[in-house]
């Protein structure tokens, strides 16, 4: 028997990373049918990338059919796998989430912040009514989340849905290791990273190369301003953190990071690109049109290398091989958004954490890395806290828990800003947040 894999979102302009990641992996991986799913809005897009997976399939000469539809309960009966990876009001959503914000003199970032709150307002219903019918149509299924903000959402879904078998993705870490592999010049496989955090919020606790302990090393690299890597990705701006800072804190933040160690930078150059009409959102835009474009060509059946500068590299690597390690029983260590459970200490048991789990047939076993150290715990500490009441007022559609999230946020400087950024976004998006308007 073949897998059945449905992609709710399949118009993505990251889908033929997901079909690249299965075809390397067919012979052990048999994918013998992947739905690609989407709303109205993105019919078009659907097709279009639709027919390039079709194309990169006959070139690998792989036996995996590619079915379209717009009705998800079409697709998900009897799938094995689901994979989420959808953006409610599309990018048109995205730029109200970052250019609202800035115009109040604060940082308005996709999963960050004002703008992470309200995306995840908008998304988390969503993919409630989506675990309803994954629960009816295929309850077997493993439900893989790449849909943003991650963490939240797979927090979510556990806290809300009748579903056990959820994981929350992001390609930060993923991302992270190979960053690593490139400044020591060395093989990923050698390299193993204890991952402990938040998704966004997550850190390299521990770095090993053939089992030797490297963190001291890997901080001296990343501080060496003559290196050509960095820890950055193409959606955020570089940074440079001072070597004593980094050794101090003794563990590699990830690139989202610079948002709360860097902040005043950050939103100066945010702000910088604000005032010049080219936030992030307006750049994606502008890269998904030529994407598009591209993907069009009738000869083209490969992943393009266009597609890294949308900022989703490792995709295929970080969905496609928790899939296999999944089917496959590799019990192979992976960092992945998951129910604490207690491998956290001081997060309560059914928050998401993003931790290294070892992965079995049965599910994500997580690594316990107890107490993290005082110097990041508190951050930590403070983005659960907002993630757990933003999540609730998404739910409960409570605007008094939406204000005290975004004021308690670090990034919000206080709570009239806060009203004020929450009163125009609900505007902005209220054909998307029914439950804030009953």
Same mark, same amino acid.
């Given at each position: 028997?073949?897998?059945?894999?449905?992609?709710?979102?399949?118009?993505?302009?990251?889908?033929?990373?997901?079909? +690249?990641?299965?075809?390397?992996?067919?012979?052990?991986?048999?994918?013998?049918?992947?739905?690609?799913?989407?709303v109205a809005e993105g019919k078009e897009k659907l097709e279009i990338v639709a027919n390039l997976a079709?194309?990169?399939?006959?070139?690998?000469?792989?036996?995996?059919?590619?079915?379209?539809?717009?009705?998800?309960?079409?697709?998900?009966?009897?799938?094995?796998?689901?994979?989420?990876?959808?953006?409610?009001?599309?990018?048109?959503?995205?730029?109200?989430?970052?250019?609202?914000?800035?115009?109040?003199?604060?940082?308005?970032?996709?999963?960050?912040?004002?703008?992470?709150?309200?995306?995840?307002?908008?998304?988390?219903?969503?993919?409630?009514?989506?675990?309803?019918?994954?629960?009816?149509?295929?309850?077997?299924?493993?439900?893989?989340?790449?849909?943003?903000?991650?963490?939240?959402?797979?927090?979510?879904?556990?806290?809300?849905?009748?579903?056990?078998?959820?994981?929350?993705?992001?390609?930060?870490?993923?991302?992270?290791?190979?960053?690593?592999?490139?400044?020591?010049?060395?093989?990923?496989?050698?390299?193993?990273?204890?991952?402990?955090?938040?998704?966004?919020?997550?850190?390299?606790?521990?770095?090993?190369?053939?089992?030797?302990?490297?963190?001291?090393?890997?901080?001296?690299?990343?501080t060496d301003k003559s290196k050509t890597e960095n820890l950055s990705m193409k959606n955020i701006i570089?940074?440079?953190?001072?070597?004593?800072?980094?050794?101090?804190?003794?563990?590699?933040?990830?690139?989202?990071?610079?948002?709360?160690?860097?902040?005043?930078?950050?939103?100066?150059?945010?702000?910088?690109?604000?005032?010049?009409?080219?936030?992030?959102?307006?750049?994606?835009?502008?890269?998904?049109?030529?994407?598009?474009?591209?993907?069009?060509?009738?000869?083209?059946?490969?992943?393009?290398?266009?597609?890294?500068?949308?900022?989703?590299?490792?995709?295929?690597?970080?969905?496609?091989?928790?899939?296999?390690?999944?089917? *496959?029983?590799?019990?192979?260590?992976?960092?992945?958004?998951?129910?604490?459970?207690?491998?956290?200490?001081?997060?309560?048991?059914?928050?998401?954490? +993003?931790?290294?789990?070892?992965?079995?047939?049965?599910?994500?076993?997580?690594?316990?890395?107890?107490?993290?150290?005082?110097?990041? *715990?508190?951050?930590?500490?403070?983005?659960?806290?907002?993630?757990?009441?933003?999540?609730?007022?998404?739910?409960?559609?409570?605007?008094?828990?939406?204000?005290?999230?975004?004021?308690?946020?670090?990034?919000?400087?206080?709570?009239?800003?806060?009203?004020?950024?929450?009163?125009?976004?609900?505007?902005?998006?209220?054909?998307?947040?029914?439950?804030?308007?009953?």
């Open positions: 028997m073949g897998i059945k894999v449905v992609t709710i979102g399949g118009g993505s302009s990251y889908t033929p990373e997901l079909v +690249e990641g299965f075809i390397k992996r067919h012979s052990h991986l048999p994918v013998d049918e992947l739905w690609l799913v989407d079709r194309r990169m399939v006959q070139k690998a000469k792989v036996s995996i059919k590619i079915f379209t539809t717009l009705d998800r309960r079409e697709a998900l009966k009897d799938a094995d796998f689901v994979t989420t990876q959808l953006r409610v009001g599309q990018l048109d959503a995205r730029e109200k989430d970052e250019s609202i914000p800035l115009s109040h003199g604060i940082l308005g970032q996709e999963t960050n912040g004002a703008g992470g709150m309200f995306k995840a307002f908008r998304t988390i219903p969503v993919l409630l009514n989506i675990s309803k019918d994954i629960e009816e149509l295929c309850p077997n299924a493993w439900l893989i989340n790449f849909t943003n903000p991650s963490g939240m959402v797979t927090e979510a879904l556990i806290r809300y849905s009748n579903l056990k078998k959820v994981i929350g993705l992001c390609n930060v870490p993923l991302h992270m290791e190979m960053t690593f592999a490139k400044l020591l010049d060395v093989d990923p496989k050698r390299l193993q990273v204890v991952f402990g955090g938040l998704n966004h919020m997550v850190y390299a606790l521990k770095v090993f190369l053939d089992g030797e302990l490297i963190t001291d090393k890997v901080i001296d690299y990343i570089p940074v440079n953190y001072e070597k004593s800072f980094l050794k101090s804190l003794g563990v590699i933040p990830c690139p989202y990071h610079n948002y709360y160690y860097k902040s005043d930078f950050m939103v100066a150059e945010e702000l910088e690109q604000f005032k010049k009409g080219n936030i992030r959102a307006q750049a994606v835009k502008k890269i998904e049109k030529e994407l598009f474009d591209v993907y069009q060509d009738v000869n083209l059946d490969i992943k393009p290398p266009q597609l890294e500068q949308r900022g989703g590299a490792y995709y295929s690597d970080a969905a496609c091989r928790l899939i296999d390690s999944l089917y *496959n029983d590799k019990r192979d260590i992976q960092p992945i958004d998951v129910r604490n459970g207690g491998a956290i200490a001081g997060i309560d048991e059914d928050s998401a954490v +993003e931790i290294s789990c070892v992965i079995t047939k049965s599910g994500p076993i997580p690594l316990t890395v107890g107490k993290l150290p005082v110097a990041i *715990n508190g951050l930590v500490q403070q983005i659960k806290s907002f993630e757990r009441l933003t999540i609730e007022a998404a739910v409960e559609g409570d605007i008094d828990k939406a204000l005290l999230a975004l004021t308690i946020n670090p990034l919000t400087p206080s709570d009239n800003t806060a009203k004020i950024v929450i009163d125009e976004l609900l505007e902005a998006h209220k054909n998307y947040l029914p439950q804030f308007f009953k």
